[in-house]
């Protein structure tokens, strides 16, 4: 299984940038990366996904590396709704399964 | 985006009985769903994949006998936990694909709070 790899937690002040990172070493040419958030005692939110383009949405953007070893998930202005557990993931594209395996992801904190 | 809803969304029973949990694809059909668990402070853990027409599979160590999986109609599947016990009282949280966008993007329940006295 391709993992991912991120930071167990990250701070940010309100309404500045947040750049949440994301190792995949391992991931293979079909592997979609997906971002999902938690916010507390809710299930998860879908917020981006990208094969190897950088992606933006109205919620946030993904910058994949050129060798897609790593990605980056930027929230452009960190709001108190934003502190969350992100999920760094890689579907099985291809594999007809299309389920997630969740790691321990990054506790982002915004402080006001 | 597309929607996914439980029901209910917290339950408390008694040591021994058997809870229902409803998971509902409202805009998009789910030949595929998905059930997870997730115990406090731990990230979610898959148990078992709902297929429509056919046999749920599950993940390694959890009881097929226990967490009984229907998946009734393309909008619709059910996880019971029969002859529920304190040690299952947790977070249960199903998805579903819709693969109308491309990508394979998952879409999830607000999830279900068990709690078995």
């Known amino acids: 299984d391709a993992k991912t790899t991120q930071p167990n937690s990250m701070e940010s002040n309100e309404e500045e940038p947040v750049h949440l990172p994301c190792n995949h070493s391992?991931?293979?040419?079909?592997?979609?990366i997906h971002w999902y958030r938690q916010l507390p005692s809710q299930g998860p939110e879908y917020v981006i996904h990208?094969?190897?383009s950088n992606v933006n949405n109205r919620m946030a953007s993904l910058a994949i590396a050129e060798d897609r070893k790593s990605s980056t998930l930027i929230l452009h202005r960190a709001t108190l709704r934003d502190a969350a557990v992100y999920y760094c993931?890689?579907?099985?594209?291809?594999?007809?399964?299309?389920?997630?395996?969740f790691g321990k992801g990054t506790k982002l904190s915004v402080i006001p | 985006g597309a929607v996914v809803s439980q029901h209910p969304s917290w339950v408390i029973c008694k040591s021994g009985t058997s809870v229902k949990i409803e998971c509902r694809s409202l805009?998009?059909?789910?030949?595929?769903m998905f059930w997870y668990r997730q115990f406090p402070k731990q990230s979610l853990m898959l148990m078992a994949t709902?297929?429509?027409?056919?046999?749920?599979?599950?993940e390694q160590g959890v009881e097929k006998d226990k967490f009984l999986i229907n998946h009734a109609s393309l909008t619709l599947s059910t996880l019971t936990v029969t002859s529920a016990h304190p040690e299952d009282s947790s977070f249960y949280i199903c998805?579903?694909?819709?693969?109308?966008?491309?990508?394979?993007?998952?879409?999830f329940g607000p999830g279900t709070r068990l709690l078995v006295l």
């Open positions: 391992t991931i293979s040419g079909t592997d979609y």
């Open positions: 998805s579903a694909p819709d693969l109308t966008g491309g990508g394979e993007t998952q879409y």
């Open positions: 993931i890689l579907s099985y594209s291809g594999a007809g399964s299309y389920q997630l395996t």
């Open positions: 709902s297929n429509e027409g056919s046999k749920a599979t599950y």
């Open positions: 805009d998009f059909q789910a030949t595929t």
């Open positions: 990208g094969l190897t």
